[in-house]
């Protein structure tokens, strides 16, 4: 019903940047937020960054001030600008699409792989 593809993952040096994409298809509801999440091999997963339906954005201490997240809900997409990337970012990043109210969602992409080196 409702499916997450990212793009835009690959392999920079250490104060490169990337841009992920994630699109939403067969979303017809709103009230939902999206958001990045990354897990590194042997860790938990991480919240990256947020976007709420009002368009309230939230980021993890550690990215803050280098990465961007924005959200175009006319297109149903969300996109993370990486700035100023160091090699702790490398892990995968995964797209998510959460709705807390009835019928609720909590959806995952597959993941977009980013390798930093250094």
């Known amino acids: 019903q409702v499916e997450l593809v990212e793009s835009g993952g690959g392999l920079v040096q250490a104060g490169g940047s990337l841009r992920l994409s994630c699109a939403a298809s067969?979303?017809?509801?709103?009230?939902?937020?999206m958001g990045w999440y990354r897990q590194a091999p042997g860790k938990e997963r991480e919240m990256v960054a947020t976007?709420?339906?009002?368009?309230?954005?939230d980021y993890a201490a550690s990215v803050e001030g280098r990465f961007t997240a924005s959200r175009d809900n006319r297109k149903d997409t969300l996109t993370l600008q990486m700035n100023n990337l160091r090699p702790e970012d490398t892990a995968v990043y995964y797209c998510n699409l959460r709705r807390k109210v009835t019928p609720t969602y909590n959806y995952w992409g597959q993941g977009t792989q980013v390798t930093v080196s250094s």
């Open positions: 976007v709420t339906s009002g368009g309230t954005l």
């Open positions: 067969e979303l017809t509801l709103s009230n939902y937020a």
